[in-house]
């Protein structure tokens, strides 16, 4: 039998209602396996295998989602490296991705830099450059050392630090911007492995090795000198030029840098037939603390880091509410905006959470938690409203998220993203869990006993 309430005594009304109306949609998808769903399938795939981003999606997935629906325009909104635009790009198929942190998207950039004009003689003969410059013993001038942010401070070695400065040094004077630019991503990419960090789950883990005073001991293991990081990944990427111009030579998706919350508006109407994407999922996961040294490296300052974390969609305690900053990007049509807030607001799901949680505020062990998702609700009701105007009648949505809980309580992410989705003129066909979901946390395993949450696709068709 069901239970009546929640782990906390609350209701499960709102919660239930909804898994009622959308269970005959909800199966396990064998095929979708986390290699199969995630950057791991990425790992020997030319271009893609150049970054390690862990949040991706896997090339093969992409694939046979075009391949099965052969759509004419894609868009991404939550693009990261571009494998979605990428992908549909090299099937001669129209393709947008906005992505508001830069990191991926150079990748993405370099990739179609790499297939289209960059000869593989001119990047190897530069890149032999780039290493002898990193063998001599000249110092670079302190305008090029590695502009570090406090939480970045200490993550490589004095002898990383020169060598560092030296590659800055050497790509500034490199003429040719495509070439720049790829020099530039290979220094980018192999950050993380010659320093002392490891991205891993919300934050950065650092190496005892980094004098940094740690809560847990972490030994990451030997660590490259930045020439051997450097020089492996310079080796990669010419030996990925003539299969990247074989596969990718000719595209040019259109890869926008900016927040898909005030992009998406200045698409036109039923432009696209499909949208593949991912946002981050509600999870407190920090986009801009996993890809410090990436974006230090880009030069980002303090006060840019903290206004990216703000801009971007509200998934951490730290995000604020951005309702003052959406009235002014939605002024002129405020239309969409008000459908979307009071599609928010009238929730039932979202606000049942809310409540047990507000009632149990002390308990939490961040209260921003309510802030981030109330905020998380907010902006994808928007992001899914205007998918429904993008999305061209017969159109698709395939969406890859996770559920969430929090103090015990499910936040059933799907069906609420659904419930949005159904509003907005989509028919929810299905919503496929991953064979394995993901368990909760061990603090919350010890407090509310074990529970597996879903990971899921959601497929979604325009009406
Ligand atoms: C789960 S990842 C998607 C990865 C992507 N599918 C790929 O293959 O690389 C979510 C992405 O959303 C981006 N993001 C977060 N807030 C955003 C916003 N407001 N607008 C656009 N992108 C955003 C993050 O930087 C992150 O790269």
């Not at 490296?81 to 001669?92: D, N, Q, R, V, Y």
């Not at 570090?148 to 040719?176: P, Y």
């Not at 020439?227 to 596969?247: C, N, P, S, W, Y």
């Not at 309702?323 to 049509?333: I, N, S, T």
């Amino acid at each position: 039998m069901e239970p009546v309430t929640s782990p906390n005594g609350g209701s499960v009304q709102g919660r239930h209602a909804l898994h009622e109306r959308f269970s005959n949609r909800i199966t396990v998808n064998t095929e979708l396996t986390r290699k199969a769903v995630s950057y791991q399938g990425n790992r020997r795939v030319p271009g893609l295998r150049w970054m390690k981003y862990k949040e991706g999606f896997s090339r093969g997935l992409v694939e046979r989602l075009i391949e099965e629906h052969r759509p004419r325009a894609v868009l991404d909104p939550f693009a990261g490296i571009g494998t979605t635009p990428l992908i549909a790009g090299s099937k001669g198929i129209q393709a947008t991705g906005i992505e508001i942190m830069p990191v991926g998207v150079l990748v993405g950039k370099a990739i179609t830099h790499a297939a289209n004009g960059v000869s593989k003689s001119a990047f190897e003969a530069v890149s032999g450059d780039l290493l002898g410059r990193l063998s001599s013993n000249v110092h670079a001038p302190a305008e090029f050392t590695f502009s570090h942010v406090d939480i970045t401070r200490a993550a490589f070695s004095e002898e990383t630090e020169l060598a560092i400065a030296k590659a800055r040094q050497f790509n500034s004077t490199v003429g040719d911007y495509a070439l720049r630019a790829l020099l530039n991503v290979a220094c980018m990419t192999v950050l993380e492995d010659v320093s002392y960090t490891r991205k891993d789950g919300q934050y950065l883990r650092w190496d005892y090795r980094s004098g940094r005073a740690l809560r847990a001991r972490m030994n990451k293991g030997p660590i490259p000198p930045f020439e051997h990081a450097l020089g492996a990944r310079l080796f990669e990427m010419t030996q990925d030029i003539e299969v990247l111009k074989r596969e990718y030579g000719g595209i040019s998706p259109d890869l926008v840098v900016g927040s898909c919350l005030d992009s998406m508006q200045e698409l036109n109407n039923a432009s696209f037939d499909m949208a593949i994407t991912s946002p981050p999922y509600a999870n407190r996961y920090d986009y801009t603390r996993t890809y410090a040294l990436e974006l230090a490296w880009l030069g980002f300052d303090q006060a840019r880091f903290a206004d990216l974390r703000q801009q971007m969609l509200s998934a951490t305690v730290e995000n604020k509410t951005k309702l003052l900053w959406l009235r002014q990007v939605y002024k002129r049509e405020p239309g969409l905006l008000n459908n979307a807030i009071g599609m928010y607001q009238n929730q039932a799901a979202i606000h049942e959470v809310l409540a047990i949680l507000n009632k149990h505020v002390g308990e939490l062990s961040n209260r921003h938690v309510i802030r981030l998702l109330e905020g998380y609700f907010q902006e994808m009701a928007i992001v899914v409203a205007e998918l429904g105007r993008l999305i061209r009648p017969g159109g698709t949505v395939i969406m890859v998220n996770d559920n969430v809980q929090y103090h015990g309580e499910e936040v059933p992410v799907d069906l609420i993203l659904s419930d949005f989705a159904e509003q907005s003129g989509f028919n929810c066909e299905n919503i496929w869990m991953l064979p394995r979901g993901k368990g909760n946390s061990s603090q919350q395993m010890g407090r509310f006993g074990r529970r597996e949450i879903r990971k899921c696709v959601y497929r979604w068709v325009r009406e």
